[in-house]
């Protein structure tokens, strides 16, 4: 029996390492944490949403209907996306992301695991873009259902506050894209950007702050700071984490 045991355990850790080795490492993936969402990148975009093509993105999904309903600003390297997989296979998931080499690691990773752990995983896709400029090219009214700023840059300096992904503006944009009742999650070690943007939402009319709980029965909630790398790295630091939720109230005027 010991040695069937130990065979067992043999045969675990053979298999746990032969997966990660065929993931892609993040060391080959690097780059400079900031960038100019302003600033006239190249971008290839669909003229509206119904010119996008999303079979290139979700290439082994198997459903006929492409219509995601979960978006993450900002993904990083995908550890929100990978952990929400899944909690909802029949809900499609997309990241947007505008760093170059983090896009490829993102796209690469989520391959690796299709492959690996075939059929999971073919639920979640990235984009590099830049969602403060192109969101109404890949996304109808109210097709959105939780809308992810995990760790958000925090663009200290005053001069820089515009390049912030919450603000006034974008915040209109955001309720457009989400359905009545769909959830925005914000996450930021930044105190300073926790306010700024629980400050904009609640000016906004069209969202309602919610508690924490509320969402008591969200399995998203526990994934939001252990997934991602920003995260993790706050948790063994020992830094404090802010957490804000909204939800998308229904008016007047919002017509399916």
């Known amino acids: 029996r010991l040695i069937v045991e130990i065979t067992r355990q043999i045969r675990r850790k053979l298999a ?28 290839e975009y669909p003229a509206s949403p119904t010119e996008m ?23 990083g390297y995908g550890g929100l996306l990978v952990s929400m997989s899944p909690l909802f296979p029949d809900t499609l998931m997309l990241g947007m992301e505008i760093r170059v080499k983090v896009s490829d690691y993102v796209k690469d990773r989520i391959e690796a695991l299709q492959k690996t752990r075939s059929p999971l995983y073919s639920n979640i896709g990235v984009l590099r873009t830049n969602a403060m400029k192109y969101l109404p090219n890949y996304f109808e009214k109210g097709q959105l259902k939780k809308l992810f700023f995990l760790f958000p840059d925090p663009h200290f300096k005053r001069t820089k506050h515009k390049w912030r992904v919450v603000n006034s503006a974008l915040v209109a944009e955001y ?12 996450v930021t070690d930044v105190h300073a950007l926790h306010e700024w943007m629980v400050q904009h939402f609640k000016l906004c009319p069209l969202f309602e702050a919610v508690s924490e709980d509320e969402l008591s029965g969200d399995p998203v909630l526990p994934l939001l700071e252990k997934s991602s ?24 005027f919002y017509v399916k």
């Open 175 to 186: 309720a457009y894209f989400l359905s009545p009742g769909g959830m925005v999650y914000t």
């Open 53 to 75: 093509l999303w079979k290139p993105i979700f290439p082994a999904w198997n459903n006929e209907r492409y219509c995601v309903e979960f978006l993450d600003i900002g993904c």
């Open 229 to 252: 790398e920003e995260g993790q790295k706050v948790a063994r630091s020992g830094g404090t984490i802010h957490r804000a939720f909204f939800r998308r109230v229904e008016d007047s």
């Open 16 to 43: 746990v390492y032969l997966m990660m080795m065929a993931l892609p490492q993040k060391k080959y993936y690097r780059q400079r944490a900031h960038s100019n969402p302003l600033a006239d990148h190249s971008f």
